[in-house]
């Protein structure tokens, strides 16, 4: 006979499992809190159900409550470009003209440009600089970096190292990269060194 700790055991796992395809960290912690909230108080009544109708009460408890929680949720995106810059200076300690000569910021996701000539001709020292402007550039806008936005600005310049790209990513000791190893897109995070790399990185570039 079931306990109750394990009936809690198999909301939670319920939950989850309904939240799980949010992409948004914040979202789906606060979709999963509510979905959780919603089993626990109804679970006696979704026992009754067959095992259709449970799911449909489910799902329809995730879109009620990822409606809700996207409502509350502050919009927290830099509105124009003059933003951008702003927080990118502010990021890289340089002035907000110089912004330009390192990123193209006239949409929401940052845009590396540089000339590929000033980025090293080594495919792993390539890379490091490539992550540490990607990702800080994200992280002082508030975006989540991946090894896939990596990977396409790699790519684009010519330094994608296939081969060796995750392991290069690994060894970096200015980022944590996130995830079960061997999966495909995996969470880039800044260390405290990695943004103090990057800020003497973009200071160079600017002073060439």
Do not use: C
């Given at each position: 006979m079931p306990t109750a700790v394990d009936e809690l055991t198999e909301l939670v796992a319920t939950a989850r499992a309904a939240t799980e395809s949010l992409t948004d960290p914040d979202?789906?912690?606060?979709?999963?809190?509510?979905?959780?909230?919603?089993?626990?108080?109804?679970?006696?009544?979704?026992?009754q159900l067959d095992a259709a109708s449970a799911s449909e009460t489910t799902a329809a408890s995730v879109t009620s409550a990822t409606a809700e929680i996207q409502d509350e949720i502050a919009d927290r995106a830099f509105g124009d470009e003059q933003q951008r810059k702003d927080a990118l200076a502010a990021y890289f300690k340089i002035e907000p003209e110089q912004v330009v000569h390192i990123f193209k910021v006239e949409n929401d996701e940052p845009d590396l440009e540089i000339y590929s000539s000033k980025l090293p001709a080594a495919k792993s020292r390539a890379l490091r600089e490539i992550c540490l402007l990607v990702t800080g550039a994200r992280t002082?806008?508030?975006?989540?970096?991946?090894?896939?936005?990596?990977?396409?600005?790699?790519?684009?310049?010519?330094?994608?190292?296939s081969r060796n790209f995750m392991a290069t990513l690994g060894q970096m000791s200015e980022i944590s990269v996130l995830g079960r190893p061997g999966s495909k897109n995996r969470v880039i995070r800044m260390k405290a060194l990695g943004a103090e790399a990057s800020q003497a990185l973009a200071q160079r570039l600017i002073s060439e």
């Open positions: 979202l789906r912690q606060a979709a999963f809190e509510r979905v959780l909230e919603h089993l626990l108080v109804n679970g006696g009544t979704d026992k002082a806008l508030g975006q989540e970096t991946t090894t896939s936005h990596i990977r396409l600005v790699s790519n684009h310049y010519g330094r994608l190292d």
